[in-house]
T-cell receptor
Framework: DTGVSQNPRHKITKRGQNVTFRCDPISEHNRLYWYRQTLGQGPEFLTYFQNEAQLEKSRLLSDRFSAERPKGSFSTLEIQRTEQGDSAMYLC?????????????????FGPGTRLTVL | SQQGEEDPQALSIQEGENATMNCSYKTSINNLQWYRQNSGRGLVHLIL?????REKHSGRLRVTLDTSKKSSSLLITASRAADTASYFCATDARNTGFQKLVFGTGTRLLVSP
């Protein structure tokens, strides 16, 4: 399967614990995105990487959240001291990059998501 | 925060009927995309329409875009039970320098056999 993969698919944790999710994008894609989706809502942008550089972070990403993409391939999203409000589906997407300053509308390919439940 | 809203929030139709969903957004855009999400799963890209296009077709899908009204519609013709899913519009705002998608609130479509 050459699509975007995410692990784990489900995570149940107790409040105050740390959790880490992994995303493996499509291999030739240099752009990677994290979104969060709560029940009944559309996904909301969290952060964006071009290669290994984290270029944009949403205000939704509090200091308890950290994302990395150390070698420009897979990415991890860690949530420290989880709260019940962190319960959501965390989606990862990847896309082809662009050259220069021209932004082309490349399709984002989404993974199946990691569903987090904080008790 | 969500870019805009979709209307209706939920739609229930019979197989063979057409389904129309509307999306409104707030800011100037580069393009607008429609995604489908089956229950509890990731999103699947359906179709993209650029800001300088007014209508686009792909199979049983027809998308329109009215930038003056900041709105779009998705028409699914001859619906099938397999079309049951949530449908989201997503906009790619101008001048962000990268493709940050801002999603609407979604329409839940139920197609009954």
């Amino acid at each position: 399967d050459t699509g975007v993969s995410q692990n784990p698919r489900h995570k149940i944790t107790k409040r105050g614990q740390n959790v880490t999710f992994r995303c493996d994008p499509i291999s030739e894609h240099n752009r990677l995105y994290w979104y969060r989706q709560t029940l009944g809502q559309g996904p909301e942008f969290l952060t964006y990487f071009q290669n290994e550089a984290q270029l944009e972070k949403s205000r939704l990403l509090s200091d308890r959240f950290s994302a990395e993409r150390p070698k420009g391939s897979f990415s991890t999203l860690e949530i420290q001291r989880t709260e019940q409000g962190d319960s959501a589906m965390y989606l990862c997407a990847s896309s082809l990059g662009t050259s220069g300053t021209i932004v082309a509308p490349h399709e984002q390919f989404f993974g199946p998501g990691t569903r987090l439940t904080v008790l | 925060s969500q870019q805009g809203e979709e209307d209706p929030q939920a739609l229930s139709i019979q197989e063979g009927e057409n389904a129309t969903m509307n999306c409104s957004y707030k800011t100037s855009i580069n393009n607008l995309q429609w995604y489908r999400q089956n229950s509890g799963r990731g999103l699947v890209h359906l179709i993209l329409i650029r800001s300088n296009e007014r209508e686009k077709h792909s199979g049983r899908l027809r998308v329109t875009l009215d930038t003056s009204k900041k709105s779009s519609s998705l028409l699914i013709t001859a619906s099938r039970a397999a079309d049951t899913a949530s449908y989201f519009c997503a906009t790619d705002a101008r001048n962000t320098g990268f493709q940050k998608l801002v999603f609407g609130t979604g329409t839940r479509l139920l197609v009954s056999p």
